[in-house]
Nanobody, 125 residues
Framework: QVFLRESGGGSVQAGGSLKLSCTTS????????IGWFRQVAGKEREEVAP?????????????DYDDSVKGRFTISQDKAKNTVYLQMTTLKADDSGMYLC?????????????WGQGTLVTVSS
């Protein structure tokens, strides 16, 4: 079975924090890495490419972040739960959108093989 399931989205004031979860099937958790992306709400991935935020390499737990979120967002994992987390702090209105997790089976983390459905984050100023 192949699935990635995001949760934890919601509404938050600017400056606040939110923690998202991405729970996956065993097959997906054998991937090279899982990344987090932000999609413009209401737009399909084919219309507007999701923005890469960062990723975690599932084997050794090393992480990579886009400069736009470095120092504010932290990606971690719980292997026992097949779950990857995105801890977001000091949120800004520009961080609003649909947050997607995605798996790269054996390539670069932005070379996605499978996507989740997303969880919506709204940051009000």
């Amino acid at each position: 079975q192949v699935f990635l399931r995001e949760s934890g989205g919601g509404s938050v004031q600017a400056g606040g924090s939110l923690k998202l979860s991405c729970t996956t099937s065993d097959y997906i958790y054998a991937s090279n890495c899982i990344g987090w992306f932000r999609q413009v709400a209401g737009k399909e991935r084919e219309e507007v490419a999701p923005i890469y935020l960062g990723a975690i390499y599932l084997g050794d737990g090393s992480t990579d972040y886009d400069d736009s979120v470095k120092g504010r967002f932290t990606i971690s994992q719980d292997k026992a739960k097949n779950t990857v987390y995105l801890q977001m702090t000091t949120l800004k209105a520009d961080d609003s959108g649909m947050y997607l997790c995605a798996a790269a089976y054996d390539g670069d983390c932005d070379d996605v093989d499978a996507w989740g459905q997303g969880t919506l984050v709204t940051v009000s100023s």
